[in-house]
């Protein structure tokens, strides 16, 4: 007897033990990289806002082709630097004037000209030349939301890690079968080399045969059968249930294979650039067609599917025809969301929420939306990119005296009537 | 209290502790009603839902969960081709634009969503209306989603394109030989409209512009003729009047430009330590108005004095002060003790006064007028220089036109904004005459008693679809922009169509931009007036929209004597009839507006009808009572039946029965609610008379329930309402103040707020703050359906009115006291206040003060609802809002039992997409849907709802400032009921921001008006009262 219940009290520990080790596991902590910071010139410094300001990312970047070639030593291709200005002021009429490098670049890149810039003053075009110039070749595209390596939020509780340590308490345990096991025959063996000296009883109990058909017809087992069975069906419904409306990874065939992955991956084009309200209003807007024209207007023609999924797009412009697309991200409409008050006021990245979306061929929906992965964020003390920046926000003025730094839950952030009205 | 014997009471029934009352006092909800069919009357136990009934409705429900759980539906998300810059999806874009209704103006701004427009607001920029907004144009949003629009142009009973229309029309008009043509319309402000008008006539010779008012003040105009050579209403300025007189003109409610004379009144309302200090006359520190009328308006009910009389003697108690003032006339005019207090008070402030009077009788209007030349008044408080033109309609030359009609003298005739056959007193027999005239044309949105009776019908569009301008008064103009594109791509503003038909193909828009270059803006920026959406003109090249020296057929004499023995011709005997309009309904032309029927009256508190209001003494001695069905003869013929109305303050021997119900063709909502009383008003001497003898009830037996919301909440005999005069605040500014003492356990007696349970909790960022200054509430109602339309708020229907469950987040209670010290009297076992002897006893009832107190949930810091929720479905922000939260709601209804102000709203029923509640517009129609608040819930079945202190603007005002990196500024974010308010008497912002409005005004006024309701129960509310102060001696 008295076996049996030190026996008990060694799983009890070791189960301890393990789910101690499990926790500290599964609470890991991220440090963001350092934005790169370039000691650049005070004209390159210009250069560099005007970069982003111009619109001059959405086709290029520094170091790698884009819709546009790679800038990196544009100079020293061009024979004269006026020739450059004047193309980037107005390409065509470069082109037009029969010089033989515009005329090489308009062919290598699908005939496209690069849009007309004569908003810019030459010096604000050196200023960008300076800015090409003197780009440290790490920063590729700082100025994107997608681009740059901002960290996320792993919403899943760290799956791979749990995953590792559940694989060890299984060998743990089996290990621990195997050696009980062990100890059992080895005991048994000893006894029956002295069965002689034993009396009748405790000859029975080592000589004894285990009887399975009594013990599957017993009511203990039947009770424990129905009981884990009632338990795993309570467990699977109310799983089932929680994600009743849970669309996580919902990724419907849309009209237009457009590909998130290509635009916003490869070319690198700003989020911003296309979902023009995320900064200013509740809806982060989905393109209207007039956006998509300002490249599509050149651009017929794409690697993946060629001109038929562009052709679509032109045939909506031409018949003035909205295109349908399929709504991915559905809150129910109790809940008020808000893109303006998470990107703008909140300074969130785009993927924190929807995921490594500069990856995505076809857009599904990242995260679940429930209310529950809302609630997390809000209450994140470990991660710097969700707290509240109240020391660049001057409408959190009143509460830099007492505080650094604060969650969103420490500003209200968890009240009901922040998001249900 | 410190006045012990003063008594307040909501209604008779409280005032008289009837049973009833007294059952459903101590009831919150009343649960005998049966709410699986929402009908009123019946209670039996059948109708509830058995046990079997409730196991089927389970299975399917989790079968039908089930089901739709397993796939989501699939949603489309469509954008613009082609994006227009100023729209962001999810942003709110402003226009600015003018509500026109026939005589009525407010300068306006319309807030659109996604190109919806869903919200009316007061544009502060307008010289005119100051911000300030009526219910009625607060409710114009949802009349342009009205489905009995007509959707295209009609011949007859069936549809016409334009151009056919216009083929036919055009040559119609060229066909008539020189026929005479008459355009009939309610007044026109629009200069370019009248411009389109005169181009019409010049083309077409023979035509005359007509134009009438449903609420005419015609004689008005013909007494300012007679008097000053000028046929013009002029511009009252009640800002400058200390002595404000009125006979029977509801300036407040109903006349001519209440949101204007509102802003005015308000001024000489507002007190504060400031004030108080700087004054140099304490007497006048208030203006102090006198009311002299018959039934109860809302101008009535905020009067420092009023004095009942029969419409009929009115003229005779002008004369008594004429006499007063003046002097000389021979008429035998009452004598009144309240007449005489206000003559000496108006000849001490002369040229700082105003008498006006409501009647539409050219001599009692002379006499007003040459009351006013004697204190002085014309040029000071009165500027006929500055005409307002908001009221332009000639009575004579309607029943001219009528009479003409009738003689099949008139060849065609056009209507615009004009439903005589409905609103006219001779409208039935207009209508038969019609069909001989031989074009007949309707701009009417809809087939109405008129326009089902014309040849053609060419709906006009909605205000918030067309372009037009206005010029309420002479040099302030204002603009009309689209809002929307037409709904209906059939249909064209009336202006459009009368250029059309006169041959002139210039659309509205460049002939409206044109007339403002021409002859308008005078050098003025265009896009700068449109921006403003108001326009002042210096400039005197405009031409006058109304010709001041307008011929009258009648001629007026001026002379004294004459009218006196006319005044004293006019009494007559026996019961009489008074006939008013409504805050709500106004003159009925947008009486399909659920809105408005919905809206209590303010005084009654009566919703969904009109009723025949009667006096207490008349009621005590007929043994009527209220809802007793009687038939109201009129010089002896029956002309309807409607229930009975017990009204407070209603003179002796007369009865008030409001226009603007009763449309058979307004619409599904509208249709056969009350009775039309326009046939009652009788036409003499060249105006419409609103008030005449010969009336009699005959009790028909019958019951028909009045919709009234006024016994739903009781007071309980507490000080919810406090109040003091002039003088005891002169010497105390915390005159009235009442303050509670609770007993401790130790026997001392504290203040409330020395015993607490509560932990309190930190506001560290803003604490939302709500005051509402009692003194300048006038009651309008402008703030309830502003709310109701910026919170999605359903109406439900007069039997769920009956059955108590109306659903308006912010109700005006209206509260009658007495000033007097009443005895009481046991009689039938009740306690009867009386005054006088057991011989002539007076009824408290007979004249009673009000007061109008806005209530909505008051944000307590300590809240009773918060604690009894089982499921923490509301709970307390740390900016200091009491939040519900929908979703979480099981519907225990705990919190609405536990709250002390009655101001939670329980959904007893779905209100949306259910065919029985049909009248809720705005929730079960296609088009009445796009009105609704993207931002707010529509809440379903069987969730509790209340004020919200417009959250979703506060959250919208804060993001607006973080995204400009700043605190966000007072007066910035506003709750839709301050938004509207006409005489700022409610004032929110944050009182954590020391240059707010309110932490002012708190700083100011604590210890001294500001008070909280219910401050022994010690829920620490949100919202502070300042005190009502009257004008009166003690």
Redesign the interface.
């Known amino acids: 007897m008295s076996q049996t219940i030190s026996c008990s009290c060694f799983y009890r520990s070791l189960l301890t033990f393990f789910f101690a080790l499990f926790l500290s596991f599964s609470t890991f902590s991220q440090t963001p990289p350092a934005p790169a910071a370039g000691g650049l010139s005070p004209d390159a410094q210009k250069g560099e806002s005007l970069f982003k300001v111009a619109g001059c990312n959405t086709c290029h970047a520094i170091d790698e082709k884009k819709v546009g070639p790679a800038l990196r030593g544009v100079q020293k291709r061009w024979s004269s630097q006026a020739q450059l200005i004047n193309f980037v002021r107005n390409s065509t009429k470069v082109i037009a004037s029969g010089d033989p490098y515009a005329n090489k670049i308009y062919n290598e890149n699908a005939k496209t000209p690069m849009p007309a810039h004569e908003f810019l003053a030459e010096a604000d075009v050196k200023a960008i030349l300076a800015y090409v110039k003197e780009a440290p070749a790490t920063v590729v595209d700082k100025g994107t939301t997608t681009g740059g390596g901002g960290n996320t939020i792993n919403t899943s509780g760290g799956s791979g890690n749990s995953g590792i340590i559940l694989t060890l308490i299984i060998v743990v345990l089996v290990l621990v079968l195997i050696s009980l096991t062990l100890v059992l025959v080895f005991i048994k063996r000893y006894l029956k080399e002295k069965e002689a000296t034993l009396i009748e009883e405790e000859k029975s109990l080592v000589n004894q045969k285990f009887d399975f058909g009594a013990f599957f017809k017993s009511t203990g087992f039947i009770a424990t059968v129905i009981f884990i069975f009632v338990c795993i069906a309570l467990r699977e419904t109310y799983i089932g249930l929680l994600s ?2 849970v ?1 996580q990874n ?1 990724a ?1 065939k849309q009209p237009i294979p457009f590909s998130h992955k290509l635009h916003a991956g490869q070319y690198k084009i700003d989020c911003n650039y296309c979902h ?2 995320v ?5 982060a ?7 998509c024209m300002n490249c599509h207007s050149n651009i017929k023609e794409g690697p993946k599917y060629g001109k038929a999924a562009i052709a679509v797009l032109l045939d ?2 031409e018949k ?8 991915i991200h ?1 809150l ?3 809940a ?1 969301f ?4 998470h990107v ?2 909140g300074k969130l990245e785009c993927k924190t929420c929807h995921g490594a979306i500069d990856t995505m061929e076809v857009v599904r929906q990242a995260s679940p939306l429930t209310m529950g992965w809302c609630i997390n964020c809000h209450r994140a003390a470990d991660s710097n990119n969700v707290r509240v920046k109240i020391q660049d ?3 959190y ?3 830099r005296a ?1 505080h650094k730094d604060m969650t969103v839950e420490q ?2 952030g968890l ?4 998001c ?2 | 209290m410190k006045d012990t014997t003063k008594k307040y009471w909501k209604g008779l029934e409280e005032l008289n502790n009837e049973p009833e009352f007294l059952k459903q006092a101590q009831n919150e909800f009343p649960d005998y009603l049966p709410i699986k069919e929402s009908s009123g009357k019946d209670t039996s136990e059948s109708s509830g839902t058995d046990r079997r009934d409730f196991l089927k409705l389970l299975g399917f429900g989790v079968a039908a969960a089930s089901l739709a759980a397993c796939e989501a539906p699939v949603k489309k998300v469509i954008p613009y081709v082609n994006k227009p810059e100023e729209i962001d999806p999810g942003n709110a874009v402003w226009y600015a634009s003018t509500y026109m209704d026939g005589g009525e103006y407010c300068s306006v701004l319309v807030k659109t969503r996604e190109g919806r427009p869903i919200k009316i607001e007061g544009n502060r920029l307008s010289k005119v209306t100051w911000g300030g907004t009526s219910a009625r144009a607060q409710a114009s949003v949802l009349s342009l989603y009205d489905s009995a629009r007509l959707t295209s142009f009609y011949a007859g009973k069936s549809a016409k394109s334009k151009a056919e229309a216009d083929k036919e029309i055009i040559a119609k008009l060229n066909n008539l030989n020189g026929g005479a043509i008459r355009i009939v319309s309610s007044t026109i402000m629009s200069p370019t409209t009248k411009k389109a008008i005169a181009e019409f006539a010049a083309k077409y010779s023979n035509t005359e512009h007509i134009q009438y008012d449903a609420n005419s003040v015609s004689g008005l105009i013909k007494a300012n003729k007679a008097s000053f050579g000028k046929a013009v209403v002029p511009s009252y300025d009640f800002s400058k009047a200390k002595v404000i007189v009125s006979f029977g003109a509801d300036f407040l409610g109903t006349w001519i430009s209440p949101v204007e004379y509102a802003a005015q009144y308000a001024k000489n309302k507002k007190l504060g330590e400031s004030i108080k200090k700087n004054s140099t006359d304490n007497e006048f520190l208030l203006a102090r108005h006198y009311q002299v009328e018959t039934n109860l308006s809302l101008t009535g009910c905020n009067a420092d004095f009023r004095l009942p009389i029969k419409p009929s003697e009115e003229g005779l108690y002008v004369a008594a002060l004429y006499n007063e003032i003046v002097g000389g006339l021979s008429v035998n005019a009452p004598k009144s003790e309240i007449l005489s207090k206000a003559a000496e008070d108006l000849k001490n402030s002369k040229g700082k006064s105003l008498v006006v009077s409501g009647s539409n009788d050219v001599n009692v209007q002379i006499l007003v007028n040459e009351i006013n030349k004697a204190l002085g008044n014309i040029g000071t408080t009165i500027d006929l220089e500055t005409p307002s033109y908001q009221r332009q309609g000639d009575d004579e030359r309607m029943a001219g036109f009528i009479e003409d009609v009738k003689a099949g003298k008139v060849a065609a005739v056009i209507f615009y904004n004009a439903n005589p056959v409905y609103d006219h007193p001779m409208g039935k027999e207009l209508g038969e005459a019609l069909s001989k005239v031989s074009l007949s044309i309707s701009f009417s949105d809809r087939m109405d008693e008129t326009s089902s009776k014309c040849a053609y019908v060419c709906p006009d569009f909605h205000y918030l679809e067309a372009w037009n301008d206005a010029e309420p008064k002479k040099g302030y103009y204002s603009l009309v922009q689209p809002t929307i594109s037409p709904l209906f791509k059939d249909t064209r503003s009336a202006q459009e169509s009368l250029l059309v038909w006169t041959g002139n193909n210039t659309d509205y828009y460049t002939y409206l931009t044109n007339n403002w270059k021409q002859n308008i803006l005078n050098g003025g920026d265009w896009n700068q007036a449109l921006h403003d959406g108001v326009y002042q003109s210096s400039g005197s090249t405009q031409v006058a929209i109304v010709s001041e020296t307008a011929a009258t057929e009648t001629a007026v004499s001026t002379d004294l004597n004459s009218i006196a023995s006319a005044i004293a011709s006019a009494k007559s005997s026996g019961l009489e009839l008074k006939v008013y309009e409504k805050i709500g309904l106004g003159s009925g032309s947008q009486a399909n507006n659920p809105w408005l029927q919905e809206l209590p009256d303010p005084i009654s508190k009566a919703t969904w009808g009109n009723y025949v209001a009667v006096s207490v003494s008349y009621a005590k001695d007929k043994g009527l009572k209220s809802g007793d069905v009687v038939s109201v003869t009129v010089d002896g013929k029956e002309a309807f039946k409607l229930p009975v109305l017990v009204q407070p303050g209603q003179a002796k021997d007369t009865v008030s029965i409001a226009i603007g119900y009763g449309r058979t063709n307004a619409g599904k909502a509208g249709d056969k609610i009350g009775q039309n009383v326009y046939p009652l008003l009788a036409y003499s001497n060249g105006t419409l008379k609103y008030n005449r003898g010969g009336v009699d009830l005959k009790p028909t037996g019958d019951f028909e329930e009045i919709a009234q919301t006024q016994t739903h909440q009781t007071i309980m005999g507490r000080a919810i309402i406090q109040d003091a005069t002039l003088p005891e605040y002169i010497t105390d500014s915390a005159a009235g103040r009442f303050y509670p003492k609770v007993t401790t356990a130790d026997g001392k007696k504290v203040a409330p707020k020395d015993v607490t349970v509560w932990w309190e909790h930190e506001k560290p960022n803003h604490l939302w703050t709500m005051v509402i200054d009692l003194n300048s509430c006038i009651g309008c109602g402008s703030c309830t359906i502003s709310c109701q339309a910026e919170n999605n708020i359903p109406v439900v229907g007069k039997k769920e009115v009956i059955n108590r469950r109306e659903m308006h987040w912010l109700r005006i209670d209206r509260y009658y006291s007495t000033a007097e010290t009443w005895s009481t009297k046991k009689e039938h076992g009740k306690d009867k206040y009386f005054k006088g002897d057991a011989t002539a006893w007076e009824y408290p009832e007979e004249n009673p003060e009000v007061t109008f107190q806005p209530m909505l949930c008051q944000q307590c810091n300590h809240a009773p609802c918060e604690t009894v929720c089982p499921v923490a479905a509301t709970t307390h922000s740390s900016e200091g809002l009491n939040q519900m939260a929908y979703n979480r709601c099981i519907g225990t209804r705990y919190c609405a039992n536990n709250c002390p102000y009655k101001v939670r709203r329980f959904n007893w029923f779905k209100y949306f997409d259910n065919d029985k509640f049909f009248m809720n517009t705005s929730m079960n129609t296609q088009l009445g849907r796009m009105v609704l608040n993207p931002d707010v819930t529509v809440r379903s079945r069987g969730v509790m709802e209340k004020c919200t202190f417009c959250v979703q603007r506060i959250q919208e005002g804060k993001l607006t400032a973080k995204k400009e990196n700043r605190r966000p500024v007072d007066g910035e974010i506003l709750t839709a009921c301050a938004s509207a308010c006409p005489t700022n008497a409610i004032m929110f912002g944050d009182i954590n921001d020391a240059s707010s409005q309110v932490w002012n005004q708190l700083s100011e006024e604590n210890k001294k008006r500001a008070y909280t309701v219910l401050e022994e129960v010690n829920t620490r509310p949100n919202i502070a009262y300042l005190t009502r102060i009257r004008n009166k001696q003690a």
């Open positions: 009743v409306g669309e919902y419907p023009t309200g900064m200013k209003a509740k809806q807007n989905i393109p209207s067609i007039n956006i909506h412009y003035q025809k909205p295109i349908e697309w399929v709504r559905n129910p409409d109790l008020y808000n893109h303006a008050q703008n006021a926000n001057e409408y003025a009143k509460f007492k500003i209200g009240e009901c009537s922040k249900h009205y």
